[in-house]
């Protein structure tokens, strides 16, 4: 076995190999780009090696970079993960020039399955049962056209270096073929320099179900059973799951052999997957699918294969591209349970999936495993305070659960997902929840057009709960936490008897206005009223963060989040993101910047609580303000030093008027 290895890739899946590496005892080598240099794939790996700067181009793809590093740092083998340069023979044949080892198949394997009309032309050769199509030389748009017809619409325009759905045009009308055919090529030229398409016959309600395969270098290839990946956006998978629904034993039988078939014919070497686009317009049939591709590479979603057989494919990798047999044979495998994964984006559902960036100024997951065999696992390459950058996919994580039968893996990974909670950017974790609840989903009537067909179902957000932007500015005013500290002015900004005392606060949401009045009725009660209604909120307890209250009657749990200039309020599963563009509260948040402490709203200077020269802390009672029958403590917002206080008590202040300044921050 290897002593050491680097990894040649970034995010969950570097982190994802080195954690099974360092169980081995193999010590491991990252590479990282600029943008990466404190990033948790670094911090995990024995040694890390600076390859370039953020632009994938100048960093995670320049092989002699890379080779370079494996050498400095003595590293004996590369594991390439997916993406970036896991499927470039170029690539495998410089690193074993170099004299290392590729972890991962031959050059000749990946360059058999490189082009979609080349591999689909060998596999055809090798009994493969193929898409029917036309996967030949001749470009003419003429030629093409009479191709299609005679496929019969209809018909699927591929980009034959494709990935990742580009350069792909489904045509239901012979009319639009040519436009189409234009339209895939030119896609197909900007993604990968090479325009040629072919073209398949576009199989009736698509499903989506791969192979995985695994071969060593003595002979043996097995199957690691099916997974169906049917949920997909724009051919994008969404969510996965081992086994596939309504599989039965001899149609997984036929495609296993299949896939066998395939990886043999090019001398296979490795974990690889063999895609399958099967008719799902019935019940599965041996003789309704056909191959795709194959993908010569770990996939991202192999954790529900792992979850189902038990086995780490990261140490099955190692252990094949050692030189090692494979420890079992086909007839030693079995399925356990289900296991399904999501795909959880920093992307925007509502706004047409628009990835999303921003700082995680807020991550927090559920009980889980990461990397590793659990019923919750979740496969995360970001830790809290990690900037999403528009330089790299914005996978934030890859949430897996197992159970004993589907049903309950869909409700595990339902309440899984509404408990993923992340500030600081937007992500698609309500529509997967939403989709894990979706009843065809969970009939197991799955197809690659169910997202499309119901995505309006499964991005619509629910209406505002009123006692969301309630709590939310609550929270702003820092009065959802009772201050145990026995200083009367401290409990000023706590739960007090504030009698009649009403506060004013404007929050934003969704780029509306949210005018709201909160009262406090008792210790913990208060009455809101916005332009949602009015509500009754009784702050019951509270522990780690999070708020149990009663509304309606109905106890519940809400989890405010304050980053800067924002509240982003966790409730029945939901985000609420709201803007508190009111410097008042300035205690809960950071976006005053701290220097200026300024009058929200024209008022009468109440007493002050500072003179220039204090140290006051976050949150600190800075001075009270009075207007229009309301009463607003001003509070620190950040540790600091008054500098000098501008008004007196007793004074009329205008809107806007500077009220105290603190010095600047040292450091
Ligand atoms: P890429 O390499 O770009 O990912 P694939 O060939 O793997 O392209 O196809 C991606 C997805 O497109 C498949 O998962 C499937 O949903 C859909 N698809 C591909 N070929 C067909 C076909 N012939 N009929 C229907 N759907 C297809």
Redesign the pocket.
Known sequence: MFRKILIANRGEIAARVITTARRMGIATVAVHSDADAGALHVALADEAVRIGPAPVAESYLRSEAIIAAALKTGAQAIHPGYGFLSENPGFVADVEAAGLVFIGPPAQAIRAMGL?DAAKALMQSAGVPV?P?YHGENRDPAFLAGQAAAIGY???I??RA???????R?VEDPADFADALQGAEREAQASFGDPACLI?????R???IEIQVFADAHGNVVHLFERD??L?RR???VIEEAPAPGMTEPVRAAMGRTAIQAARAIGYRGAGTV?F?ADGSGSLRDDGF?F??M?TRLQVEHPVSEAITGLDFVELQLRVAAGEELPFRQEDLRIDGHAVEARLYAEDAERGFLPATGRLTYLSFPPATAFTHGPVRIDSGVRQGDEITPWYDPMLAKVIVHAPDRASALARLASVLDECRIAGSTTNAEFLAALARHPDFRAGAVD?GLIARELEGLTARPPLPPEAPALAALAALDLLFPSDDPDPWRSLTGWRGWGTAESHVVLAHGGERLDLRLRQLGPGEFAASSPLGETALTIIGHRSGEVRFVSGGVQRTAHPVAGPGRISLFLDGVKHDFSVPDPLSGGTHDHVGGDAIIAPMPGLVGPLRTRAGDRVRKGEPLLLLEAMKMEHVLTAPRDGVVAEVLVAEGDQVGDGTVLLRMEAEVG
């Open positions: 979609k898409v199509g209809p018909v699927l591929k980009a494709g990935g990742g759905g580009k350069g792909m489904l398949e016959k576009y199989v009736a698509p499903r989506h990946c049917s997909q051919h994008q998978k895609e686009i056909w795709m591709e993908n690659t």
